[in-house]
């Protein structure tokens, strides 16, 4: 059955295309949620104003899209991760972590824009290719590091008059009456 299409379908066409479809798919889908009318002249005519305001959007996420990839231009995250001592990670670092770690610096991305075909199962850095459309890619850079654990508090030093430091440089010495 041929149809002319009233917005963008993806895989199947544009605004104003006609396009040959199966009649189940014409009957239960396309004409019953308003995605395409019968290609009659009338309906074409109709269409044209459709057609140019679908290519004006069409227009300005294409230039959306190329800004991100502009932007994403020599882009490094840091995720941390727990391992452990030969740098093996318990879980692994997939699509939604690393487009979170990009969301949380202010990067417009989606986990099914960062292409990784596997996991990242261990620590250390790798280039990941992020997609927008098949033109438009970026690199980024993702460094997978040891997330420190909750026991992993660093001990006061002590300085030369064997006294503790605190976090603010100040002497923490106490001494045994000032306790009780």
């Known amino acids: 059955m041929k149809l002319l299409l009233r917005r963008d379908i993806p895989k199947l066409g544009l605004v104003g295309d006609v396009v040959e479809v199966s009649d189940g798919y014409a009957r239960n889908y396309l004409i019953p949620h308003r995605l395409a009318l019968e290609p009659t002249e009338a309906n074409m005519k109709a269409i044209e104003e459709d057609k140019k305001r679908a290519e004006a959007e069409r227009k300005a996420q294409r230039q959306a899209l190329e800004a991100a990839v502009a932007r ?24 939604r972590e690393i ?26 850095t790798r280039t990941v290719p992020v997609v927008f459309a098949d033109d438009l890619r970026a690199e980024v850079k993702v460094w997978v590091v040891q997330e ?31 306790v009780e």
């Open 99 to 124: 487009a979170a770690a990009l969301r949380d610096e202010g990067h417009q991305v989606e986990a099914s824009n960062v292409e990784l075909h596997e996991s990242i199962r261990q620590l250390g």
């Open 148 to 178: 420190k654990a909750a026991g992993d508090l660093e001990e006061p030093k002590e300085d030369a008059a064997g006294t503790e430091a605190g976090e603010d440089g100040e002497s923490t010495s106490q001494s045994a009456e000032s």
């Open 72 to 95: 994403l231009a020599n882009v490094e995250v840091m995720i941390h991760a727990a391992a452990n001592p030969e740098g093996h990670l318990y879980g692994s670092v997939g699509p």
